[in-house]
Each structure stands twice: as C-alpha cells, then as structure tokens.
C-alpha cells in the first residue's frame, strides 16, 4: 500500500471550496434553513426596495411575525427574546448570533405595514430589511 507522497496520488481539485458563497450553497443543499427561507433558490425574497439589501413583500404585521416563525423553525426553533427596552416590536436572537427583529412603527415608511429587520450574516447577506406593504 503506497502513501500519498508515493505515486499516484488522489485528484482533490474537484472537492476543494473555492469560497464561502460556495461551502454555504453546498451546505444549504443538503439542509433547510433559514437562507431557503429568505434566499429562495438563490434570489432574496420579494421585489429590491430602495436599494437591493431592503426587500419589499405584500403583507402585514401578521405576515411578517409568520416568517419570523419559519426563520425560527428552520434554524431549531430556539431562540432567545433580546427586545430592547421601548422598542415597538420584538428582537429575537438565534443561536448562531442572527438578530432578527418585526416592528409595526416606521420612520420613513409611513405606507408600510411592518418590518422585519434582518442581521443574518450567515443566512441571507443579501438583506439588511423585509418591508410588508399592502
């Protein structure tokens, strides 16, 4: 029996990740997440609002609390409520460090319905915010 270092040795070019775009697409093929969820088949929920991290989807408050709900079903149904004192909504924490948070109180979208403000790194890079409209 020959070792690496003698003879032939194995072609790993095929199965070497190139970068991480490419490991989380090959993870997210073999399990559910969140990132399905938000990034369905590679394109971020919704219409691009304002720029393209905001997304804008038609719904309401309602709406937005059920894909909060699958966001947390996805990712193990565990969570942690980081609701800052005063804020009009609710903050939730995943257990990777993800923050998400659904608020019915706009600044400066006075025709919106909700919110939901998504910090998820991992899941979905690609929004910074899901605005619910009518």
Do not use: C, H, W
Request: without cysteine; proline residues 8%; hydrophobic residues 35%.
């Amino acid at each position: 029996m020959r070792g690496f270092g003698e003879g032939n040795q194995p072609d790993i070019s095929n199965t070497i990740v190139d970068s991480f775009d490419d490991l989380r697409d090959l993870l997210s093929s073999f399990f559910s997440s969140a990132r399905d969820i938000l990034v369905p088949n590679g394109q971020p929920l919704g219409q691009s609002g304002s720029n393209p991290r905001i997304r804008e989807v038609q719904g309401d408050v309602d709406t937005a609390l059920d894909l909060l709900g699958k966001v947390i079903e996805e990712e193990g149904g565990t969570f942690t409520d980081v609701t800052p004192a005063g804020y009009p909504g609710i903050m939730i924490q995943l257990p990777n460090g993800e923050r998400y948070a659904v608020r019915d109180k706009m600044n400066n979208s006075p025709n919106t319905n909700a919110n939901m403000d998504v910090n998820a790194p991992i899941s979905a890079p690609e929004i910074k915010k899901i605005k619910f409209n009518p």
